[in-house]
Structure formats: structure tokens, C-alpha cells
């Protein structure tokens, strides 16, 4: 018959548990002490629940935030009703840019074709203005009856193609 000898972290494990079980079956305070170790271990849990459900409120909030990214990727479609309308929404894109001089310009739009009047400072920004108006959406075509201070309206037949 063989003897069989547990390794020292076995022994280690034994002694460990058996003062455990002595300090929480303590007759004077054993009573105090396992409501202690109840009332911690169930905060614990608590906490732990809370983390969870803070961590799982980020994840949602993050999945929600990506699925609107990519239902966004693609720029919306102006669907154009009527000619109001589509002036209306390209006076609002294009004056957004403050360097544009909101003022001195007239926008209006006929079927579909955006007609811009007015008087401007540089050569540079009447042809800025034509492209960022016919880059909008929307936009069918552009009439740019616009011109620099101090010379001569365009003449409206000039500008239109021939029919």
C-alpha cells in the first residue's frame, strides 16, 4: 500500500479554505462577518451589472452612430418638384459660402435650368458660382447672365443655345 502525499499548493488550498470556514463560522462574529461578505459580493454584482449596461449602451450608441454613417455615404437625391423649389435649395447651398455676395445676386430656376443674375467684383467668382451651381443637384443646366461691376448686362439670347 502506497502512501500518497498532496503537493504543497494542495495543502496550501486546505489550510486556506479551513480558515475561511473558521472566520465566517466564528460563534462571537461570524454572523457579522458572513452579512458583510454577502452584502459584497452581491455590490459586486451590482456594479457589475451597472458596467455592463453602461458598456452595452456605448455599443448600441456606437452601432447606431455606424449604421447612420453608412446609410449617409451616399448624398440624397433631390427629387425636384418645381422651380421654386430647386432655386430655393440652390440659393440655400450656394450662399452658404460667406465669400459669396448674398445681396447682388438673383437666383431663379425654369424648368429645371438655373438662371443667375447680378452684378460681381471678380471674374473669378462668376465662374466659381457657375460651377458650384451646376455641380448641385438637381440642376439641369445653367444660364450665368451674371457680369462684372461696371460693364454691360449680358444679353439673355446670347447666352441661351440656339433652339
Do not use: C
Not at 466564528?26 to 458596467?51: K, T
Not at 432655386?87 to 450662399?95: G, I, K, P, T, W
Not at 460693364?151 to 439670347?157: A, E, H, I, N
Amino acid at each position: 500500500m502506497t502512501v500518497r502525499l498532496f503537493p504543497p499548493a494542495a495543502w496550501l488550498g486546505a489550510g486556506a479554505f479551513g480558515a475561511m470556514m473558521m472566520y465566517l463560522v466564528d460563534p462571537d462574529q461570524g454572523r457579522r462577518r458572513r452579512a458583510m461578505l454577502r452584502d459584497r459580493v452581491l455590490g459586486m454584482f451590482r456594479a457589475m451589472r451597472r458596467m455592463l449596461g453602461r458598456r452595452a449602451r456605448v455599443v448600441v450608441a456606437q452601432t447606431y452612430g455606424m449604421t447612420q454613417q453608412v446609410q449617409h455615404l451616399q448624398p440624397e437625391d433631390w427629387s425636384v418638384p418645381n422651380d421654386a423649389t430647386l432655386a430655393q435649395r440652390v440659393e440655400s447651398e450656394l450662399f452658404r459660402d460667406p465669400e459669396i455676395p448674398k445681396g447682388r445676386i438673383n437666383i431663379n430656376a425654369e424648368a429645371g435650368i438655373v438662371v443667375l443674375r447680378g452684378e460681381l467684383d471678380r471674374p473669378e467668382q462668376i465662374r466659381s458660382i457657375e460651377q458650384a451651381v451646376s455641380g448641385m443637384p438637381g440642376v439641369r443646366g445653367v444660364h450665368n447672365l451674371l457680369h462684372l461691376r461696371g460693364t454691360p448686362v449680358p444679353d439673355r439670347g446670347s447666352v441661351l443655345p440656339a433652339p
